[in-house]
């Protein structure tokens, strides 16, 4: 008899922590993320790698994109010329041991950022590089002709200087990063954004 109302009782009691399950689920389980995360997120691999954290990379592209669109209407030699001044990107100098189509990519992000500033737009034109549009031209006009070119006093360029400090055989690196905005005739910088950062492997 004990046995039995031993067994019934273990029975509601099981009963009842399903149904508290039940009403209760907890927090659903977690997704596949496909390995995807926020670019914005050190990681491990950026830890030990032998390259300049991406998460630096990616922070000064966006704050030299903003200092040039919230800086480029005070200048007075572009707010104050008749036409539209034109931005080209220049060139790249890197002495780390990054690749430079790292860097090209931060360039590319800044200019990108530039294109889609009204407040640049209204000043400057800023326009794809000219051997890429000859190319184009050549494919699809069919001719060897050249595509438009600017005036040197009204043209700047967007150039990057990128280097590097190691320590301990590679175990530490002191980065600097430069991105200037140059008169491609007087070669006057006219804007210059800098940013340093460290990476301990």
Do not use: H
């Not at 931005?87 to 860097?103: A, C, L, Q, V």
């Not at 800023?126 to 070119?149: H, K, S, Y």
């Amino acid at each position: 008899m004990r046995t039995t109302r031993t067994l019934a009782l273990a029975a509601m009691l099981g009963s009842g922590l399903v149904l508290a399950a039940c009403a209760n689920p907890g927090p659903p389980p977690r997704g596949n993320s496909g390995g995807r995360i926020d670019p914005y997120r050190s990681t491990s691999v950026d830890a030990a790698s032998g390259a300049a954290n991406t998460v630096d990379l990616l922070q000064f592209s966006d704050k030299v994109g903003q200092a040039i669109a919230m800086r480029i209407a005070s200048v007075d030699e572009i707010a104050g010329s008749p036409d539209k001044v034109v931005i080209e990107m220049g060139d790249i100098e890197n002495k780390t041991y990054t690749p430079t189509s790292d860097f090209e990519i931060m360039r590319r992000r800044v200019f990108t950022g530039l294109v889609n500033s009204s407040a640049v737009s209204r000043l400057a034109d800023i326009v794809e590089a000219p051997e890429v549009m000859d190319a184009q031209r050549g494919r699809f006009a069919n001719d060897l002709g050249q595509t438009d070119r600017y005036g040197t006093r009204d043209t700047y360029l967007l150039q990057g200087y990128f280097g590097e400090l190691t320590r301990g055989g590679g175990a530490q690196s002191n980065y600097y990063y430069e991105m200037t905005l140059t008169n491609l005739q007087s070669r006057r910088i006219i804007f210059a954004e800098q940013f340093d950062s460290k990476q301990i492997r």
